[in-house]
């Protein structure tokens, strides 16, 4: 089974006005490790960032870039999208179905709008998902901190069924354990 990384919406412009969001130099950390371990088995890496017609993330504006911290490689693809779904409307499933692509792992930015709507988009359309479970984050809310944001959507979506397919959220140790067989 093919297995691909999905990093989601980790962009400038997202942080300039609310700061980093939760355990971001962690997330960061382990997103590298995530990435650097599929690329060493020559697994396809997906950086995904989102869109706006106008700034902060206008497309190939300074907002719309992803951020200094990650690893990015000349061999990276990037997928372009307009909605918390990573899949409408953009090309991320012809790139999955040229790689021949069943199994996402799934990380990024923010838990609780792209990251756990592509992970019920990806379920619906057959693909079995590892969250990378502390390797998501969000920023603090109202009603919730980020942490338990985090754990929230690592329990809820790892229990649905539903979709026929597995989604188990796994913390980036179990992961590189995974990507090392």
């Not at 990650?70 to 899949?87: A, H, I, Q, W, Y």
Request: proline share 3%.
């Amino acid at each position: 089974m093919s297995t691909a990384i999905l990093v989601i919406d980790l962009q400038v412009g997202l942080f300039e006005e609310s700061g980093l969001p939760y355990d971001y130099e962690a997330v960061i950390g382990r997103i590298n490790r995530i990435t650097t371990a599929a690329r060493s088995k020559c697994l396809p890496v997906v950086f995904v960032q989102h869109e706006l017609a106008q700034r902060p993330l206008m497309y190939k504006s300074p907002g719309w870039a992803l951020v200094d911290d990650l690893v990015v490689e000349p061999g990276d693809c990037v997928v372009r999208k307009t909605t918390p779904n990573s899949f409408l409307n953009t090309d991320l499933t012809d790139i999955l179905v040229k790689q021949k692509v069943e199994e996402l792992i799934v990380c990024g930015y923010a838990t609780e709008y792209c990251v756990d709507t592509t992970v019920r988009a990806a379920a619906a359309l057959g693909y079995s998902i590892k969250i990378a479970a502390d390797a998501h984050t969000t920023h603090e809310k109202d009603h919730a901190t980020a942490k338990k944001i985090r754990e929230h959507h690592n329990q809820t979506l790892s229990r649905i069924k539903s979709f026929g397919v597995a989604i188990n959220a796994l913390d980036t140790a179990e992961i590189l354990i995974m990507l090392a067989d």
